[in-house]
């Protein structure tokens, strides 16, 4: 089993650009979610989803989509990046049960 | 939502002490409370876990206490080492499984 696997895992964008975080677990894990990961702040919870089809807004949501077309894929869409959105993000998963969230290597996204 | 506070920020052990990080949570429905270890330049991974139903739980050198009705829970490591050195991180969830973490502990271990 590969894990999470999240792909850019380094991204720079410019102001006003859009872009797809990618995250793929294949665990057949049903929650996933996604967070933000700035310096004294912790990880901050953007999206996360119970299964295909349902998705959930966690604390800082804004300028942030999410979709859950599959069990597998749980993508991030910037709409319109913005220097706030300079950031690490990390994808977990978790198949209940008990276990906690696995977590992917993250992307480094920078936006100038 | 869930609000989590851990303390202290920064923490600073001798080799072979021990050290404490306490978190506290606002919401009664979590039940489930999570520790996670991020070494620099990777990915946070769980070390130890504990639900609403037990007070504590041991793993070799690592605890966690949870006092529910305080609302708040512990981890402790025992006989630190250097490769204890990392940044920790407290989380809480119900059973929505939505987890929300901490802001973290860093760890310094000296040799």
């Known amino acids: 089993n590969a894990g999470v696997t999240q792909t850019p895992k380094f991204q720079v964008l410019k102001t006003g650009q859009s872009m797809t975080l990618q995250c793929a677990q294949d665990m057949n894990h049903e929650y996933m979610s996604w967070y933000r990961q700035d310096p004294g702040m912790g990880l901050r919870l953007i999206h996360y989803?119970?299964?295909?089809?349902?998705?959930d807004q966690g604390e800082v949501p804004n300028g942030y989509n999410v979709s859950r077309s599959t069990t597998e894929d749980f993508p991030l869409r910037l709409l319109s990046a913005a220097p706030s959105q300079t950031s690490v993000y990390f994808c977990?998963?978790?198949?209940?049960?008990?276990?906690?969230?696995?977590f992917g290597s993250g992307t480094r996204l920078t936006v100038v | 939502g869930e609000n989590v506070e851990q303390h202290p920020s920064t923490l600073s052990v001798q080799e072979g002490d021990s050290a404490v990080i306490k978190c506290t949570y606002s919401?009664?429905?979590?039940?489930?409370f999570p520790w996670y270890k991020q070494e620099l330049g990777k990915r946070p991974q769980l070390i130890i876990d504990i639900r609403s139903n037990v007070g504590e739980k041991k793993d070799q050198r690592i605890a966690v206490t949870l006092n529910k009705t305080a609302k708040h829970f512990s981890l402790h490591i025992t006989e630190t080492q250097p490769e204890d050195s990392a940044v920790y991180f407290c989380?809480?969830?119900?059973?929505?499984?939505?987890?929300?973490f901490g802001a973290g502990t860093t760890v310094t271990v000296r040799a």
């Open positions: 989380a809480a969830s119900g059973d929505d499984y939505k987890l929300s």
């Open positions: 919401d009664s429905a979590s039940n489930y």
């Open positions: 989803s119970v299964g295909a089809g349902i998705t």
């Open positions: 977990a998963s978790n198949g209940g049960g008990g276990y906690g969230y696995t």
